[in-house]
């Protein structure tokens, strides 16, 4: 839906956070599945960390919206 880059330290330079939207948890699994299997993106993973791994963790967490909130869509 939209990615975005900290301003602040420490954060700064070294942090993307991105939002994607999923029908429901199990295809958000699904989804991540199918991604992290798919042959293509695993090439891609390996040339970029021929010299070392470009990320040192990552954070999921699931959100709703609020009732309270404007739509997205």
């Given at each position: ?29 699904a ?12 090439s ?30």
């Amino acid at each position: 839906m939209a990615y975005w880059t900290p301003t602040d330290e420490p954060l700064k330079g070294k942090t993307l956070i991105y939002i994607i939207a999923h029908p429901s948890r199990d295809a958000a699994t699904a989804n991540w599945k199918a991604f992290g299997d798919d042959p293509e993106w695993q090439s891609v993973r390996a040339t970029s960390e021929a010299n070392g791994k470009i990320v040192e963790k990552v954070d999921s967490t699931f959100l709703a919206l609020t009732d309270f909130s404007p739509s997205l869509h």
